[in-house]
């Protein structure tokens, strides 16, 4: 099946800093999500990118699906920004192979 | 629009009883899915229905595990008996086709 890596696997950062998150893929994929994971557990979608690039606000996505690698950015991070970030891929409507996260914390 | 429910929210039971969970998906969305995020790992999945089909159950543990999903909306799945290394938080989720799956707040289960 389909490996999923994600790096780095913690990220302690300052308030108003930038960050990058990376999730590499061992095969191709048809569907790849990006997802912040509440402390009340629940995943929210921030991005449906198999391929391309996207931004929503402060939060932008590029997936290159030829490279097999997709990276999230945060820009001016804030407080709020903290939480495990988790990447999803997989084929199609087929299940997602989740990779281990990111644990970011985002320091006033 | 509403989002994917799922209950309880939380459960505790003693090792080798039994327990159910329940999952509405969003209307409409044809595909649900059963999947178990252990403590500090990315979610795996359990189980997929197209409607009230079976698409996958490749990773449920079929002698303990069981889901059903009658008339291809709600969806119940059920673990008996319970071992200590199930628990976990179950989530729920759903998509419309071959595309964004949507997640519901999960059950967290704790089996002692």
């Known amino acids: 099946g389909i490996q999923v890596e994600q790096s780095p696997p913690d990220l302690i950062l300052q308030e108003g800093a930038n960050s990058t998150l990376r999730c590499n893929f061992s095969?191709?994929?048809?569907?790849l999500q990006w997802f912040h994971q509440n402390p009340w557990g629940q995943l929210i979608n921030l991005f449906y990118i198999p391929s391309g690039t996207k931004q929503n606000g402060r939060l932008s996505a590029t997936t290159v699906a030829t490279e097999r690698y997709s990276l999230l950015y945060i820009s001016s991070s804030q407080t709020t920004d903290s939480g495990v970030y988790f990447c999803g891929t997989g084929g199609g409507a087929d299940g997602l192979t989740f990779g281990k996260g990111t644990h970011l914390i985002i320091q006033p | 629009e509403a989002g994917v429910a799922q209950s309880p929210r939380y459960k505790i039971i003693e090792k080798r009883q039994s327990v159910a969970f329940w999952c509405n998906p969003i209307?409409?969305?044809?595909?649900l899915y059963w999947y178990q995020q252990i403590l500090g790992q990315g979610p795996k999945l359990l189980i997929q229905f197209q409607n009230n089909g079976v698409v996958d159950d490749s990773q449920l543990p079929k002698d303990r595990f069981s889901a059903e999903r009658l008339k291809g909306v709600d969806s119940t799945l059920k673990i008996q008996p319970a071992k200590l290394e199930d628990s976990a938080v179950y989530l729920c989720a759903s998509s419309l086709s071959a595309n964004e799956q949507y997640f519901g707040p999960g059950t967290r289960l704790t089996v002692t």
């Open positions: 209307s409409g969305h044809a595909t």
């Open positions: 095969d191709s994929v048809n569907n």
